[in-house]
């Protein structure tokens, strides 16, 4: 293989990511072929619809409908899997794999979901995964993460990783419009999808977050044993609050780990983030990540986190890592570390919070509050009272001091018995890191 000439791609799934991969390869391909010394050659693509009208012209006899009729062909020796979903794409990739090809994916589901499965049928038949383009788009976080911090243990890793969630709360921020408003707009302007809730409930950012964390700690965490919040609760009200005490919410995903114990724990929610770190002041559909580590100290990256071009740059950036292993004999690469770790109880995630309470406008009310939250031992540090949305009502904005997730939630289950709380309280976390 060392003296191969010739690379052929194979693309499944001839999307926006996969056009995008397409047109770019096709575009830069001499300036790559010169930097890596081979020939490259966009080989073959499968497509659902084969009369369907493309941004990038393909030739007719480069497409098929059989995804896997491209993962198994003899002629291809790095398999794009571009199609999205868990079940056609792991099947597309597993054969690959098992034929001792690479494969390059963007899907953070499927590696959520399949990643022990893919990363032993790579080991087993000498085939490579790459997987950069599954978090953060453009930012090459898993490459910083699998290579250039690997003399560090992290301790704590936080970012943005859901341009649509970013891109909503910006707008609600600076335009002062409600959620609703602004995710209309963001479908049409096509940052948001028809069914917007894997992104606005938190589960895309849960993904990455999953992938994250098994490339800093090596421990898959399943989506369930997270929590996971989304944005969809968020109002102008959090908003102004966030403001005037110097905070921005951001929806994070947070990874951390306590070496002493050597618990891990792993969440996505909207957070009042500090207006002086850096991640507050990323905007729009922008991503950012932090990454602490024990050698390097704090590293911050920031870039697109989606969108053709930005994620089309990471999986190009996986080929020409490809093409350089199939270069050099196709040599297997270090197994991925497996680990243990146990994931941190609900009492040893310790945070501030932030609390949000509608409730009826009479004498009393604040006392049963208090009391409240003095029998599960959380201590109320500030309290604001605002005009409610409706006649004979208030709004409390109250923060604590340190509690912790045990029992900040028994608290929210004794204040939602109140007969003098009207609906669910919003709670949102404040970030000490």
């Known amino acids: 293989m ?58 007719t006899a480069k497409l098929t409908t059989d995804p896997l009729a491209v993962a198994t062909d003899p002629a291809i020796h790095i398999v794009c899997e571009l199609i999205g979903g868990t079940t056609v794409a792991r099947e597309v990739t597993l054969a690959a794999l098992r034929l001792g090809k690479t494969v ?20 087993k038949h000498g085939g ?42 910006t707008r609600m921020e600076r335009e002062g419009l409600g959620y609703a408003e602004i995710l209309a707009d963001a479908k049409r302007l096509g940052y948001a999808e028809a069914d917007e809730s894997l992104d606005v409930e938190g589960w895309d950012t849960a993904h990455k977050a999953g992938i994250l964390a098994f490339l800093a700690h090596g421990a898959w965490v399943p989506t369930n044993k997270m929590l996971v919040e989304g944005i969809t609760r968020i109002t102008q009200t959090d908003l102004q609050f966030a403001r005037e005490h110097g905070f921005a919410i ?43 580590g024990d050698v390097v100290g704090e590293t911050v990256y920031i870039g697109r986190g989606a969108g053709q071009d930005a994620t089309a740059s990471a999986v190009i950036s996986d080929i020409a890592d490809a093409v350089l292993l199939l270069r050099r004999g196709n040599a297997p690469l270090p197994a991925p570390a497996g680990s243990r770790c146990p994931l941190a109880p609900p009492e040893r995630i310790r945070s501030r919070y932030y609390l949000r309470l509608d409730v009826r406008d009479r004498p009393g009310v604040l006392a049963q509050i208090a009391t409240a939250t003095a029998r599960e031992g959380v201590s109320i540090a500030d309290m604001v009272q605002r005009p409610g949305a409706r006649p004979g009502s208030a709004t409390l904005l109250l923060t604590t001091h340190v509690s912790n997730e045990r029992a900040i939630r028994a608290t929210l289950a004794r204040l939602k018995k109140l007969g003098s709380v009207l609906g669910a309280p919003l709670l949102l976390r404040i970030a000490d890191f």
């Open 104 to 123: 390059v994916s963007a899907n953070k589901a499927l590696l959520c979901a399949h990643g022990p499965e893919i990363f032993a049928a790579a080991r």
């Open 250 to 292: 951001k929806l994070l995903a947070v990874i951390a780990r306590d070496f002493a114990s050597g618990e891990l724990f792993v969440r996505v929610h909207p957070t009042l983030l500090p207006a002086g770190k850096v991640l507050a002041s990323v905007n729009e559909v922008y991503n950012g990540i932090s990454v602490t």
């Open 2 to 59: 060392s003296q191969l000439a010739v690379i052929n791609i194979g693309i499944c799934g001839l999307g926006t990511v996969g056009q995008g991969v397409w047109k770019h390869l096709a575009r830069s391909r001499a300036a790559l072929e010169c930097r890596l010394g081979v020939r490259l050659r966009l080989h073959r693509a499968s497509v659902r619809d084969l009369r369907k009208k493309r941004s990038v012209a393909v030739p």
């Open 128 to 169: 490579h995964f790459f997987f950069e383009a599954s978090v953060a788009g453009g930012i090459p976080i898993i490459k910083a993460l699998r290579e250039g911090l690997v003399a560090n243990r992290f301790k704590l890793i936080y970012g943005i990783l859901n341009g649509t969630c970013n891109y909503i709360l």
